[in-house]
């Protein structure tokens, strides 16, 4: 079955860590570059970070930046997002996706994990 399962997500205080993954299965996650989105409660799904296939380039949302690091082990098949110093405004379901732009029409996209900030 062709997939991204994202998991990780959680409920953490303000100032929190957690790492989310996105793992691929029934196809190779390195043909892509990957991105993280996210969509909180009566907004739009924006873009949070993209790492391109190797990995050597990256790129934030302002709102993330020096929070966030997205990674990849593409031995594993998998994409990381360390959220670090979180804020309840990075409260959302966070999504990845084969691509890095919002408004494009993205091979797969993963169901999603919840993460909740909150004190």
């Known amino acids: 079955q062709v997939q991204l399962v994202e998991s990780g997500g959680g409920l953490v205080q303000p100032g929190g860590s957690l790492r989310l993954s996105c793992a691929a299965s029934?196809?190779?996650?390195?043909?892509?570059?990957i991105g993280w989105f996210r969509q909180a409660p009566g907004k739009e799904r924006e873009g949070v970070s993209c790492?391109?296939?190797?990995?050597?380039?990256?790129n934030y949302a302002d709102s993330v930046k020096g929070r966030f690091t997205i990674s990849r082990d593409n031995a594993k098949n998998t994409v990381y997002l360390q959220m670090n110093r979180l804020k309840p405004e990075d409260t959302a379901v966070y999504y990845c996706?084969?691509?890095?732009?919002?408004?494009?029409?993205?091979?797969?996209w993963g169901q999603g994990t919840q993460v909740t900030v909150s004190s």
């Open positions: 996706a084969t691509g890095c732009n919002v408004g494009a029409r993205l091979d797969y």
């Open positions: 029934g196809f190779t996650l390195d043909y892509y570059s």
């Open positions: 790492i391109s296939r190797s990995g050597g380039v990256t």
